[in-house]
């Protein structure tokens, strides 16, 4: 057959479900070889729109994604999506064409070394020289894309695309995770959180990965351990259970990291080194810490584990539980930090000034929402506001992008979300500065009769900056912009918009929105002077409690 229809029958054999993409003169073979198959080919309006694309479904799915592109600009277009779920931790497998062989060896049209730029951010990446090596490299690129979850690129010259081969796709095995735990580092695990005086467990991205959030739940009802998520972690353990003390993940001096300072074994159970650094919650190096994950940990002098116990995340939480033969009751200090994070969460709730403080958009927010509804945060001042006080009570109901925590990131993750999970709402939350990097998917949205709804805080600043500038020099620069008419934009794109008037109309409009289906913009003013009040908030002592 011909190399491509290899390429593609590889890809099915794989299971992949949709590729999302631009397509080039260099990849017409890949893609006529696409149109005789049961995958989707998705047209995106911007190669990094397929990448977050790829990345939201790796997230969701937790099988790899796959985003595809031409040489040179298709393919550079493609990196920030890519470094996104790479240091995410999404599977997502990268597909890009090539001028074809002859031409690699000296300066050509569009001819960019792109295996040796990908490198650095990809956990795998290679160029298909012959067609016979087509199977083997697309089941490694797709093994190494879920098994180690991060990304992985194969590129595709054009003329090998073209070439006959008899090879067939590689048998797919299903494997198993046999995790073989020392019971002696467990005994020793469950004796150190017995002995301890306040243990307190973090969850990371790692949980989700591996599915184990109703593990760590049981773990947690059964010990009465306290639980603080990362960014990404939150929906490990949901936000009304009592032993939940909050998200963190801000530099300052925040009320969770007064638990942290409190406590003196940290139970790191999916942590990822990117999402938090320890040197923020364990600056002196002086707490105790144990490792549970898929991986070890990342060398760093605030992070030297007593035990490590690496493994299947599930059953290493599941043997944990079978020896530990406690039941710690949280401390008074950990439930005075819980009570001060609920009063936070529910301080504005009531509040009506306009335009609205980022508390109260968000309260808003969560009440026109179910349990099992998805909020999806792009990157500026609002993702903090997010990852602080946005309850979360289920997981893979929250994403954040945190690794590379890059803007632009919230439209196209809406449109794999509201895809991959049509029985769900989705709201993405997005700052004016952030929409509009990647507005020109709107047209993607509609076209694919999407349902969802983008609230975007309007202040025509980049409000983030703001914020650090202010803190630094109490001076800004180069934030100020103007923005359209967002009801107009949307409806330019066949969308539907709203501008929000007053505060008391978010609630009323989000549920319409999201009850009548579609694509909706919401033009949300919002007062940003919260900001440094938080600032000035967390510069107290919170833990003298």
Known sequence: M?????????????????IFGVPGEETIDLTESLRKSKIKFIPTRHEQSAAFMADMYGRLTHKPGVCLATLGPGATNLITGIADAQLDRAPLVAITGQSALEKTHKESHQYIDI?????????????????DFIPEIVHKAFDIAADRPGA???????????????????????????????????KKAAKMIKESSMPIILAGNGIFREDAASELSRLVQFSGLPVVTTFMGKGAIPADDPHYLGSMGIKDHDHIMCGFE?????????FDYVEYTPKFWNPDKSKKIIHIHTDHPEVDETYIPEILLVGSI????????????????????????????????????????????????????????DRGDILISDVGAHKLWIGRLFPAYE??????????????????????????????????????????????????????GCNFVVVIFDDSKYGLIEWHERKAFNETMGIDFTNPDFVKLAESFGAKGVRLENAEDLKPKLAAALEAGGVWLLDVPVDYSENIKLTEKLKHNFCEI
């Open 262 to 270: 409190m406590a003196d074994l940290v139970i790191c159970v999916g």
């Open 314 to 369: 599930r059953q290493t939480l599941f043997s944990l539980r079978q020896q530990c033969d406690f039941e710690k009751e949280m401390h008074e200090r950990f439930q005075k930090v819980r009570a001060r994070m609920k009063a936070e969460i529910e301080d504005y709730a009531e509040d009506m000034s306009f335009p609205m403080k980022p508390q109260k958009i968000l309260s808003d927010v969560r009440d026109t929402m």
């Open 2 to 18: 011909k190399a491509s229809d290899l390429f593609v029958k590889c890809l099915e054999n794989e299971g992949v479900e949709y």
């Open 152 to 186: 992985t690129h194969i590129e595709l010259p054009e003329d090998v695309a073209k070439e006959e081969t008899s090879k067939e796709p590689i048998s797919k095995k299903h494997y198993p995770h046999i995790s073989l735990l020392d019971e002696s580092e467990l």
């Open 395 to 448: 997981p893979n109901t929250v994403f954040i992008s945190n690794g590379l925590a890059t803007m632009g990131f919230a439209l196209p993750s809406a449109i794999a979300a509201s895809m991959i999970k049509p029985e769900k709402k989705v709201v993405a939350i997005a700052g004016d500065g952030g929409f509009l990097m990647n507005l020109q998917d709107l047209e993607t949205a509609v076209r694919l």
């Open 115 to 131: 295996v040796t730029a990908f490198k650095q951010f990809t956990t795998w990446n290679s160029k298909v020289t012959r067609p």
